[in-house]
């Protein structure tokens, strides 16, 4: 089992920044991607970004979330960051770490073993 913890959600300004952290204990030698989704009210879970945990640390981004987000990951601390800037009240949703012990289909949620409880991030106009 692997257990995660988000944290750093908050109440930001548009074109404000936030940083989330998610952290990881357990089983973590077993995952090879960690992955940011979010869901809004009314919508379904969306991906937002990865990273290959245990390669070489390659990133992913959806095409919304470009050039405004950073993943990146400390793995001596078991840890994955979602820098996110130039914030837009799109934005605004509950965000989920999540831990999968595939390369394959960053992008879906299936693929995902493991999720935290999410943080929310609202970002006001």
């Known amino acids: 089992q692997v257990q995660l913890v988000e944290s750093g959600g908050g109440l930001v300004q548009a074109g404000g920044s936030l940083r989330l952290s998610c952290a990881a204990s357990?089983?973590?030698?077993?995952?090879?991607?960690m992955g940011w989704f979010r869901q809004a009210p009314g919508k379904e879970r969306e991906f937002v970004a990865a990273?290959?945990?245990?390669?070489?640390?390659?990133?992913y981004y959806t095409d919304s979330v470009k050039g405004r987000f950073t993943i990146s990951g400390d793995n001596a601390k078991n840890t994955v960051y979602l820098q996110m800037n130039s914030m837009k009240p799109e934005d605004t949703a509950v965000y989920y770490c999540?831990?999968?012990?595939?390369?394959?289909?960053?992008?879906?949620?299936?693929?995902?073993?493991?999720w935290g409880q999410g943080t929310q991030v609202t970002v006001s106009s």
């Open positions: 357990g089983r973590t030698f077993s995952i090879y991607t």
């Open positions: 990273i290959r945990w245990s390669g070489d640390s390659s990133t």
């Open positions: 999540a831990a999968s012990p595939s390369g394959l289909s960053f992008w879906s949620a299936g693929r995902y073993d493991y």
